[in-house]
């Protein structure tokens, strides 16, 4: 099968396009034909060993020291289950799938194997799976973190980093959750922004923002850039604050992603796909997610197409 491999650790041009072995799935495994994945920020701190100085080595001992163990990248995935395990309960041959892989990896490949044990479901029923790809990601990052910050009993949420995955679908699922939503951008997707539901769009490019900020029940940075003493400013007293920096990994659930597809089928919870690149063009996505300038999700196609 063609895959995209990642040789070393290094900018963009590592990345390759040739032909591996297709996996055999294990007793749990899906053996999925790939329709589509994206390139999200676990991809791309992957391809560059981008973490802190302290955590490089950690990092090259966990996961390969000159390279990935993994060499196919691709944090998310919507395809077809093609075979199924002995030992698979859930799913059937035919059935239409989205999935985190996690540091499983494998979603820039022809095929992939992903234990039904994983953050996998159904894709919802009227999604394609260019819009099935972007819900996992961004959609179980923001509910992670809204847990820690206990949105259900608040009112009010400022979100940073408003315009990225986790961005866009934090602020989605803030409003299906009644929040009023305040949300930081840059001016170029101010008005993008508004239209996925934010009560309020501040332009951090502009001289003084941050005085325009009032304080909120809950402050979430979806990018995890912003200056968290700033910050923690605009926090109300009784508030609380989360990062996606700094604070764990993500917890991936099963249910999060049916709590997704179920906003996604009830019209609340848009995909949000700012470019669309083939397999073969995997290098030029990993350039674009480099500039910092992408606007929800860069999907990669690995297969036609399909509704």
Same mark, same amino acid.
């Given at each position: 099968?063609?895959?995209?491999?990642?040789?070393?650790?290094?900018?963009?041009?590592?990345?390759?396009?040739?032909?591996?072995?297709?996996?055999?799935?294990?007793?749990?495994?899906?053996?999925?034909?790939?329709?589509?994945? /994206? !390139?999200? &920020? %676990?991809?791309?701190?992957? =391809?560059?060993?981008?973490?802190?100085?302290?955590?490089?080595?950690?990092?090259?001992?966990?996961?390969?020291?000159?390279?990935?163990?993994?060499?196919?990248?691709?944090?998310?995935?919507?395809g077809e289950v093609v075979e199924v395990g002995q030992d698979v309960k859930q799913f059937q041959v035919g059935d239409r799938v989205h999935a985190l892989t996690g540091f499983g990896f494998g979603g820039y490949a022809e095929y992939a194997c992903v234990s039904e044990k994983r953050c996998i479901a159904k894709m919802p029923q009227h999604a394609s799976y260019t819009e099935a790809v972007?819900?996992?990601?961004?959609?179980?990052?923001s509910l992670h973190f809204f847990r820690k910050l206990q949105i259900d009993q608040m009112k009010t949420i400022l979100i940073y980093g408003a315009s990225g995955a986790v961005g866009t679908a934090a602020v989605q699922i803030a409003k299906a959750?009644?929040?009023?939503?305040? /949300? !930081?951008? &840059? %001016?170029?997707?101010?008005? =993008?922004?508004?239209?996925?539901?934010?009560?309020?769009?501040?332009?951090?490019?502009?001289?003084?923002?941050d005085g325009l900020?009032?304080?909120?029940?809950?402050?979430?940075?979806?990018?995890?850039?912003?200056?968290?003493?700033?910050?923690?400013?605009?926090?109300?007293?009784?508030?609380?604050?989360?990062?996606?920096?700094?604070?764990?990994?993500?917890?991936?659930?099963?249910?999060?992603?049916?709590?997704?597809?179920?906003?996604?089928?009830?019209?609340?919870?848009?995909?949000?796909?700012d470019h669309i690149y083939s397999l073969d063009e995997i290098v030029e996505a990993h350039r674009y997610v480099d500039t910092g300038q992408k606007f929800g999700n860069v999907v990669v196609l690995i297969a036609e197409e399909i509704k």
């Open positions: 099968m063609k895959a995209a491999i990642c040789t070393r650790y290094g900018s963009p041009d590592v990345l390759h396009i040739t032909e591996v072995p297709r996996p055999v799935p294990k007793s749990n495994d899906l053996l999925i034909k790939v329709h589509a994945s /994206a !390139v999200h &920020s %676990g991809d791309r701190r992957m =391809r560059s060993l981008d973490v802190p100085l302290l955590g490089k080595l950690p990092m090259r001992l966990a996961v390969g020291f000159k390279r990935p163990r993994q060499p196919i990248l691709g944090v998310v995935l919507a972007c819900l996992p990601f961004g959609g179980t990052t959750k009644g929040l009023q939503v305040t /949300a !930081v951008c &840059s %001016g170029r997707n101010t008005e =993008r922004v508004k239209a996925l539901g934010a009560d309020h769009v501040i332009d951090y490019t502009k001289d003084g923002y900020l009032l304080k909120y029940d809950a402050v979430f940075d979806a990018s995890g850039k912003i200056n968290k003493t700033q910050a923690k400013r605009h926090v109300k007293q009784n508030g609380a604050f989360a990062s996606v920096a700094g604070q764990g990994v993500a917890r991936e659930r099963k249910e999060d992603l049916h709590y997704l597809n179920e906003l996604f089928e009830a019209g609340r919870f848009k995909a949000v796909i």
